[in-house]
């Protein structure tokens, strides 16, 4: 039967619009070497990642996106244009909780798109190191799961840093069970992260009774695990199964389907305003009646939205607390600045740990 005529014009008018679609690509990357040139003309030791014109723009792409592609996809496509852009400018590495395959490395990915140097670590302190030190640019660590709640040692390790919040990432989290082969009869071990365990308590409960569940520090060090024991399966990611051969058994194992995992990304400085950002501070009250109220009553007057806090102890002193305090709007804002004037003037302690635009992917 002959193919008709029109699938071929069809296909003329894609190559077309292929070849529209390359050399416009390729005008992009050859402006932002442009930009490169002139930055360091003006500056040897100029900055090229600019997280605010990246939000801006991807914001800008899902408002006016005419379809029928998802506004999420095509802003997916512009974020890994962008990445490919940058890395002309300058590569940067991208340090996140490893080894390669966690949920970490994917909010990575996610945010600065894949023409980056991402660099495996064994812990939460390693990625503040290793950007502390000027080794990679960046960081990703996660800070809060929307079924299990605070990730602790993130946190703390603000107490002591000087590094900045100057991105966050959140990413839906879908649990999936791997082994190296075989079905769910002889799984006597369960390995993962402690939280993934914690977000698939119900179906382990159903499925995999009897099998001992073992916490380990990332899901990918789980799989790895799992590749090498043949009694075992791993609670993992998509990308795990891939990267360390392993069979999926079950998918979407997770108790609540909208599991989700926030992340921030950590940097020497925050970022300047986008438009659409929010503000996270850590802060001590005094230790009298009514200290926490008093201290928080600035935002309630000023109609500054809270959107999240969070109290751990301080370090200091025995049973002293400190807040991490999460607010919408950039510390730039006249509104936001007068607000943090009140706060630094009532806290016993009180610090910007960075603004930054809301997350968009």
Not at 266 to 281: T, V
Not at 309 to 319: G, Q
């Amino acid at each position: 039967m002959p193919e008709d005529p029109r699938l071929q014009a069809i296909r003329e008018r894609i190559d077309a619009i292929d070849g529209q679609l390359l050399e416009l690509i390729s005008a992009r990357g050859r402006a932002a070497r442009e930009v490169a040139e002139i930055k360091l003309v003006a500056d040897p030791g100029a900055e090229f990642y600019r997280p605010e014109r990246e939000a801006e723009i991807l914001r800008r792409v899902k408002e006016r996106n005419p379809g029928p592609l998802e506004g999420e996809t095509v802003a997916r496509l512009f974020r890994e244009i962008m990445s490919a852009c940058l890395a002309l400018e300058e590569p940067l590495r991208i340090a996140f909780l490893g080894p390669a395959g966690t949920y970490t490395q994917a909010a990575a990915l996610k945010h600065f798109g894949h023409a980056v140097g991402s660099v495996p670590l064994g812990s939460i302190s390693d990625v503040f190191r290793e950007v502390e030190a000027g080794a990679c640019h960046y960081g990703v660590v996660p800070v809060e799961n929307s079924t299990e709640g605070v990730i602790s040692h993130t946190l703390d390790r603000f107490m002591t840093s000087p590094l900045a919040i100057c991105g966050e990432v959140t990413l839906r989290i879908h649990h999936h069970l791997l082994r190296r082969g075989g079905g769910l009869e002889g799984i006597r071990r369960v390995y993962s992260h402690y939280q993934s365990l914690a977000q698939c308590r119900g179906w382990l409960d159903a499925h995999l009774p009897q099998a001992e569940r073992i916490s380990l520090p990332s899901n990918a060090e789980a799989a790895l695990r799992a590749q090498a024991d043949g009694d075992a399966a791993a609670i993992a990611g998509e990308a795990a199964a891939d990267l360390y051969g392993l069979e999926v058994l079950a998918r979407n194992i997770e108790d609540e389907p909208e599991n989700t995992t926030r992340f921030l990304v950590i940097g020497p400085r925050d970022a300047p305003p986008s438009g659409e950002d929010k503000s996270s501070l850590v802060l001590a009250c005094r230790n009298e009646a009514g200290g926490l109220h008093a201290l928080l009553s600035p935002l309630a007057r000023h109609g500054i939205s809270m959107t999240r806090i969070e109290s751990r102890p301080s370090r200091v002193n025995l049973w002293e607390y400190v807040f991490f305090v999460d607010i919408e709007g950039h510390r730039s804002d006249p509104r936001v600045a007068e607000v943090l004037a009140e706060l630094d003037r009532e806290a016993r302690f009180f610090r910007v740990l960075g603004s930054y635009p809301v997350a968009v992917l």
